[in-house]
């Protein structure tokens, strides 16, 4: 069982920044790769970004260059750092982590970009 805690969400204007943070717990050393998703209203959830624990990663078209993934081992926890925010992105997002064949999901956070 593995436990995903999220903060960091929040109201910000277009060209903004929020970074938001994912602690894990539970059983930690088997998670695989971690991810951040993020489902607006009326759409399917989509895959935002990616890393493996070797720390590759991989985004989503949309985000590309203004989005970063990291993960701090260390502490167990996985970031998604969002610059040039813009009203397309307003979504909740959920941190992912995928251990032994199974998903599991953080409790989701409520990024609002205003124009």
């Known amino acids: 069982q593995v436990q995903l805690v999220e903060s960091g969400g929040g109201l910000v204007q277009a060209g903004g920044s929020l970074r938001l943070s994912c602690a894990a717990s539970?059983?930690?050393?088997?998670?695989?790769?971690m991810g951040w998703y993020r489902q607006a209203p009326g759409k399917q959830r989509e895959l935002v970004a990616a890393?493996?624990?070797?720390?590759?990663?991989n985004y989503a078209d949309s985000v590309k260059g203004r989005f970063t993934i990291s993960r701090d081992s260390a502490k167990n926890t996985v970031y998604l750092q969002m610059d040039s925010l813009n009203p397309e992105d307003t979504a909740v997002y959920y941190c992912?982590?995928?251990?032994?064949?199974?998903?599991?999901w953080g409790q989701g956070s409520q990024v609002t970009v205003s124009s």
């Open positions: 992912n982590a995928y251990v032994l064949g199974f998903h599991y």
């Open positions: 539970g059983s930690i050393l088997s998670i695989g790769n």
């Open positions: 890393i493996t624990g070797r720390g590759s990663t």
